[in-house]
């Protein structure tokens, strides 16, 4: 879990880490809000024109194809969290389904706000200062940091 205000690169800082340490890895992002249900994230049945059919979330697909996962605004849907089960390597379907995750399956959040009593490694970013963004978009696009005059 990432967590800050907006504006603290916390999307920047996982871009840079997965690029730096995992590249090539396939991240899916879900923004989270208010009205997300943990079961379309997983997977639902649906009623087709001729059968009811199960269709897996993204949440389900990435697990299976060892995909990342990015949830963004997770203390939107704090709930959302509580509601994925993963043990022994699979994903708990509220369908009773047991989904078989890949080793490089990961889950990331961010969050404006530190979450207590979940399960996983916190990290809380600050507003950089000026100083330091400089210096970051100078190192990152040199030309356009000495043409703006920075």
């Known amino acids: 879990l990432i967590s800050g205000p907006i504006g603290s690169g916390k999307h920047s800082f996982i871009q840079t880490l997965i690029g730096t340490y995992y590249p090539g890895t396939k991240v899916v992002t879900i923004h989270l809000d208010e009205q997300t249900d943990v079961k379309n994230l997983i997977g639902t049945y649906f009623v087709s024109e001729t059968d009811i059919v199960y269709k897996k979330g993204p949440l389900a697909i990435a697990a299976e194809k060892g995909w990342w996962v990015l949830f963004k605004n997770v203390d939107k849907a704090s ?5 994925i089960h993963i043990d ?13 995750c890949k080793p490089s399956f990961r889950i990331l959040a961010t969050a ?24 970051i978009c100078g190192h ?5 940091h000495s043409s703006a005059g920075l």
């Open 79 to 83: 709930d959302i969290i509580s509601g």
């Open 112 to 135: 404006f706000q530190p979450l207590s009593g979940h399960d996983c490694e916190a990290i809380s970013l600050e507003p950089l200062e000026h100083v330091d963004f400089e210096q």
């Open 140 to 144: 990152r696009h040199p030309n356009v």
């Open 88 to 100: 022994d390597g699979c994903l708990h379907a509220l369908s009773g389904q047991r989904i078989k």
